[in-house]
């Protein structure tokens, strides 16, 4: 027969998982929204209440040891790998996370940023960067461990 202590167990072990699914601090795959295939895998990380994201593999084949070749100043012909792309960027009330720091280094370019998990799919990240009043989403696909 369970006991409530046996319960209790059960219930806080099945409120950790929906938690930790549900937080956008974990490693996420990125897909390019123009061709649909993967990039890279982002670790996004939380410090001192900031998020922050860097590069921590990268999917494309034959780019696995790319350099910002396009980059300026200290990341001129850095390598890819290790990146911090997302610096930063601080959570709203409605739980969304914006940033003035969202770099792309295919691109060389560093956009203004809005971070949001899926509401109907928490394994979904949607990234948004924004230059002036235009702007991209991409959907960032959680790591499965």
């Known amino acids: 027969m369970i006991n409530f202590k046996q319960i209790s167990l059960i219930i806080a072990l099945f409120s950790l998982q929906i938690t930790s699914a549900q937080t956008v601090f974990d490693e996420w795959k990125t897909i390019d ?6 990039k890279g895998i982002i670790k ?35 390598p890819v790998l290790g990146m911090k792309i997302i610096q930063a960027a601080e959570k709203q009330e409605d739980g969304h996370w914006k940033g003035k720091h969202l770099f792309d280094p295919e691109q060389a370019m560093t956009f203004r940023c809005k971070i949001w998990l899926n509401p109907d799919n928490p394994d979904e990240l949607k990234v948004r960067g924004y230059l002036a009043f235009i702007y991209r989403t991409q959907t960032w696909l959680r790591v499965k461990k």
Do not use: S
């Open 44 to 78: 996004i990380y939380e410090y001192e209440g900031k998020m922050y994201g860097k590069v921590v593999k990268i999917l494309e084949e034959g780019k696995e040891d790319a350099v910002c070749h396009k980059c300026d100043g200290d990341l001129k012909n850095t």
């Open 33 to 38: 929204d123009r061709t649909g295939l993967p």
